[in-house]
């Protein structure tokens, strides 16, 4: 499955990106599907680059008929990037319990403001979940809906929490 959102972010790059980077958990009141977000490792590897570690966790329910099939790790994820600061952009990888997402992000300067592109690829590994042959065509296409629901808001809703957080702030903070 493939994610793909573009969207404008009224605050230029040079605060969005760093805001984004390092202060992520920040978002977290902003970002209304995610649960938690916690800063696993943070290591400046060069002048243009950072490698940051993040463990998510997703809001999204897990429906009744695919609970015994999946545990709640399944909404969770661990967020591997490496920021290129020279080019305003993020290529990360997220695996969660039997799917990763591999994407990039760019956060681009325009006018006054941010392009921001998102851009993932998530694949599903049937073969994680104990789903047994004679119910799986009926269940896992409700096991890909639910890594869907958990996954691509989290990936699409940036800019909207974004926006939220600084409208949020004062003026000057």
Known sequence: MHIESRDFVDHPASEVYPL??????????????????SVVSYQRTSDTRVQIVNRWRAKSAIPAVVEKFVGKDVLQWTDTAEWQDDTWRVVYRLVGFGYEVTGVNTFAPEGKGTRLHVSADVVIHPEAFRIPRLVFNSVFPKVEGLVRAAVQPNLTALARGLQAYYRARPPGA
């Not at 984004?20 to 977000?37: F, N, T, W």
């Open 20 to 37: 984004v980077r390092d202060h992520l958990v920040d978002l977290l009141p902003y970002l209304p599907d995610v649960e938690a977000i």
